[in-house]
């Protein structure tokens, strides 16, 4: 027998019509259930620091009163958002930072980075930061004081989240510790191109170079630097170093902390008869061809300079230094804050 399915009264349409019925239902309860899921939380709520782990903490110098205003972030996680204040308490903590240096420099304990004396910072407002409902950021003022910081060496502020009023810190590896290594920076400071200043010893033709010279922060105009070949993790480095001074007339005012490396800038060359200025620096900028928000700015420091390497006190050697160091830094002009526009690759 066939059956006439456009027929109404025909009682397998009142079938089919029921079973299609059902099925929308169930696929429309289906439907609003997944959303319900989404309502409520997905995850755990844990607070962490926003940077955790070891991250350089980059400081402009350029401040009218040499205090460098800092916000620490700490956030709570979670996919749901949070409804209340919460109140997360930080402490200092030196011993991740013992674990790390041994864990980084096993028995070279002369690169150890150490922590960050209180001298140098304050909490203004204590070391209790809080969340506020609605917002999974809350940000914790630090100030920073680096004026007489002695760069030769590396500092950290170690920091942990000891205490919170609601949730616990996260217990997942470093997300509630943070490592701040201190970098302050002025206008002259970053790691410099140093291919094309030649490198020669005394009574000997042949010469030789450095890929990169880093310039570390002395003071908003200074900046200092290891003379020739002195390697930036030597042992030794701290009697290598050699301040430089960037003059407003372009030129350059050196010197150097050990004397017994008799540090001698040669300020002057004659090419013709002419005289002119040897040791002096020169700045352009442009802005980018391919992101024209982004500023090129390179400084050129065009040096000459002699100094002795006294590693070996039985046979010291007399370098001659000649060419160019230069520095090329990128500024975002579309970031207001005019600390936060450098764009930083040391």
């Not at 979670?78 to 028995?107: C, E, R, W």
């Amino acid at each position: 027998m066939k059956l006439n399915i456009k027929n109404p009264f025909n009682p397998a349409n009142h079938l089919i019509r029921l079973i299609r019925l059902i099925t929308v239902l169930t696929m429309v309860q289906i439907f609003f259930s997944c959303n319900d899921v989404w309502k409520g939380e997905q995850y755990i709520k844990y607070i962490s620091f926003v940077n955790s782990g070891y991250t350089n903490t980059y400081l402009n110098t350029n401040t009218p009163d040499g205090v460098v205003h800092y916000q620490i972030p700490v956030e709570v996680s979670g996919s749901a958002i949070n409804d209340h204040d919460i109140s997360v308490t930080l402490a200092i903590d030196p011993d991740t930072l013992i674990a790390y240096n041994k864990a980084t420099y096993f028995t070279r304990t002369d690169l150890y980075e150490l922590q960050l004396d209180s001298t140098h910072y304050s909490f203004p407002k204590g070391m209790t930061v809080v969340i506020p409902a609605g917002k999974c950021t809350g940000n914790l003022p630090i100030d920073f004081r680096p004026g007489d910081m002695d760069m030769v060496e590396k500092y950290v502020l170690p920091l942990t989240i000891a205490s919170t009023s609601e949730y616990i810190p996260s217990p997942k590896r470093y997300y509630k510790k943070t490592l701040m290594r201190i970098v302050p920076f002025n206008y002259f400071s970053g790691t410099y191109s140093a291919s094309a200043a030649n490198i020669t010893a005394e009574n000997i033709s042949d010469q030789t170079t450095v890929a990169t010279r880093e310039m570390r922060y002395v003071s908003d105009s200074a900046v200092f630097f290891y003379a020739g070949l002195c390697d930036e993790n030597a042992r030794d480095r701290a009697s290598y170093k050699v301040r430089v001074q960037f003059n407003a007339d372009g030129t350059l005012t050196f010197t150097a902390d050990n004397p017994n490396i008799q540090f001698t800038p040669i300020l002057t060359s004659t090419n013709n008869g002419v005289t002119s200025n040897r040791c002096v620096w020169t700045e352009t900028r442009e802005m980018d061809a391919l992101q024209p928000f982004l500023e090129i700015r390179t400084i050129t420091m065009n040096i000459k300079y002699s100094y002795y390497d006294i590693s070996n006190p039985n046979y010291t050697v007399k370098y001659t230094v000649d060419g160019y160091y230069t520095l090329e830094r990128r500024r975002n002009t579309q970031i207001p804050e005019e600390d936060m526009q450098e764009i930083f690759d040391w």
